[in-house]
Nanobody
């Protein structure tokens, strides 16, 4: 059974930094692309960053230059390093892995950027 568990969410001040982790289990995750999404209160879930099985990365325009996605296949873990955080980055952040026709999600971790 595929499971994704996010951690690392917290309340931080504007301009601060935070690193999120997503620990995966239940399959060989090194074979799959993975991604981070976020959903702010009252808004639709949106793509933040992706990383392929080969390590190529992609970012939404609103996080380019501020966020970095990475993965450690030995630990079946994907990370999201966030810096220069803004109040508009406040959201629940979700880890995602598409496998075949299925999309797997974690439970999410709350990031709040506020002074």
């Amino acid at each position: 059974q595929v499971q994704l568990v996010e951690s690392g969410g917290a309340k931080v001040q504007p301009g601060g930094s935070l690193t999120l982790s997503c620990a995966a289990s239940g399959t060989i995750f090194s074979r799959f692309n993975m991604g981070w999404y976020r959903q702010a209160l009252g808004k639709q879930r949106e793509l933040v960053a992706t990383i392929t099985s080969g390590g190529s990365t992609g970012y939404a325009d609103f996080v380019k230059g501020r966020f970095t996605i990475s993965r450690d296949n030995a630990k079946d873990t994907v990370y999201l390093q966030m810096s220069s955080l803004k109040p508009e980055d406040t959201a629940v952040y979700y880890c995602n892995v598409p496998i075949g026709l299925l999309n797997y999600w974690g439970q999410g971790t709350q990031v709040t950027v506020s002074s």
